[in-house]
């Protein structure tokens, strides 16, 4: 079973800066895409950013210019580089991943906290 854990999250003031970790409990390589998404109380879940294999990325226009995706293949780890964080910003982020062989299968994070307040 894929497991997918996360952590960094906390409490900042805005404008500060969080890292996000995202670890997987097996090779990332066998995931096509994995991503970040947020929910914050009262709103739909929302896709942050994700990337691919190929190293392709893709950003929500909210977090563009902020938020970085990257990934350590050798650690099987995702991370969300968040800068200059803005109130709205707070939310439960969720690790996600999609492996496709045939068939899609996803797989989610138990989530991690932000809170940006002063």
């Known amino acids: 079973q894929v497991q997918l854990v996360e952590s960094g999250g906390g409490l900042v003031q805005p404008g500060g800066s969080l890292r996000l970790s995202c670890a997987a409990s097996?090779?990332?390589?066998?995931?096509?895409?994995m991503g970040w998404y947020r929910q914050a109380p009262g709103k739909e879940r929302e896709l942050v950013a994700n990337?691919?294999?190929?190293?392709?990325?893709n950003y929500a226009d909210s977090v563009k210019g902020r938020f970085t995706i990257s990934r350590d293949n050798a650690k099987n780890t995702v991370y969300l580089q968040m800068n200059s964080l803005k109130p709205e910003d707070t939310a439960v982020y969720y690790c996600?991943?999609?492996?496709?062989?045939?068939?899609?299968?996803?797989?989610w994070g138990q989530g991690t906290h932000v809170t940006v307040s002063s």
């Open positions: 996600n991943a999609l492996r496709q062989i045939g068939i899609k299968v996803l797989y």
């Open positions: 097996r090779s990332i390589f066998n995931f096509n895409i």
């Open positions: 990337i691919t294999i190929g190293g392709g990325t």
